[in-house]
């Protein structure tokens, strides 16, 4: 019986049971509200299953265009055409191909959320886009992460699989799991357990394809000043050898 994590807060995280990749099974599908939190959150999970031969999708929510709004050198179109090549560069990286990568495209920021207008659309597009492809396992971001698109993104997904007759595997991970804010709203949660997944030996791979993202961790793009970028201090986050990811018990 694995620790609840309410129990176990996510400042403990380091002391959370470990669990083999070989746990996971069937295609997997990895939904990222950003281009970029797949890699963050699940870069070390992907490239561990892709190195085991595991089909492997990502679907992208939202552009990403919300990071730097006011860039004159790169307005909104231009921005998105350089996340999702950054997004393909990282994803080349932990293994997977271009033809396994999907981006919906919504307005990065405004991921709809239960009370939005146009929610049952997205709805249904996510719907029919999971249809044919039955995944047995989905990465889905945690579902109190404190940005409001990672939240809409977990109930959106929620919705659009609530139709299926078998209801795939969902996997949580925690982004911003030092804030704080998230790390009391864990203890709304007393039927999702916590676990670690060993990814040292896809660490290096995992930072290569953090870097790919050069909008947001370089001074790529510099005339923004609202822009947003992954200061050293947050990226050490994503540095550790193993990968937090949360579930709900049975
Ligand atoms: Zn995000």
Request: include cysteine; charge should be negative.
């Amino acid at each position: 019986m694995l620790p609840m994590v309410s129990q176990m807060p996510l400042l403990n995280a380091a002391a959370l049971p470990l669990r083999s990749v070989q746990t996971i099974t069937g295609s997997v599908l990895v939904v990222a509200p950003h281009p970029d939190d797949e890699t963050l959150g699940c870069g070390g999970a992907i490239a561990l299953l892709r190195t085991l031969g595991y089909p492997v999708q990502i679907l992208v929510m939202s552009d990403g265009t919300m990071s730097h709004p006011r860039s004159l050198k790169y307005p909104t179109p231009r921005l998105q055409a350089l996340r999702e090549a950054e997004t393909l560069e990282a994803m080349s990286i932990l293994g997977v191909s271009e033809a396994a990568v999907t981006f919906l495209r919504l307005q990065d920021g405004s991921i709809p959320t239960s009370t939005s207008p146009g929610r049952q659309e997205v709805v249904a597009r996510c719907r029919t886009w999971l249809e044919p492809l039955q995944p047995a396992t989905i990465f889905l971001p945690w579902r109190a992460d404190p940005h409001p698109d990672h939240r809409a993104t977990w109930t959106l997904m929620r919705a659009a699989l609530a139709d299926f007759n078998e209801a795939p595997r969902m996997i949580e991970y925690p982004i911003w799991d030092w804030d704080p804010e998230q790390q009391g709203a864990l203890a709304n949660f007393t039927q999702v357990m916590g676990w670690r997944l060993d990814i040292r030996s896809m660490l290096e791979t995992k930072q290569a394809a953090i870097a790919a993202y050069r909008s947001q961790t370089t001074n790529l793009i510099d005339d923004d000043p609202d822009g947003f970028q992954l200061t050293p201090e947050m990226l050490a986050n994503f540095a550790r050898p193993w990968e937090v990811y949360l579930e709900e018990m049975p």
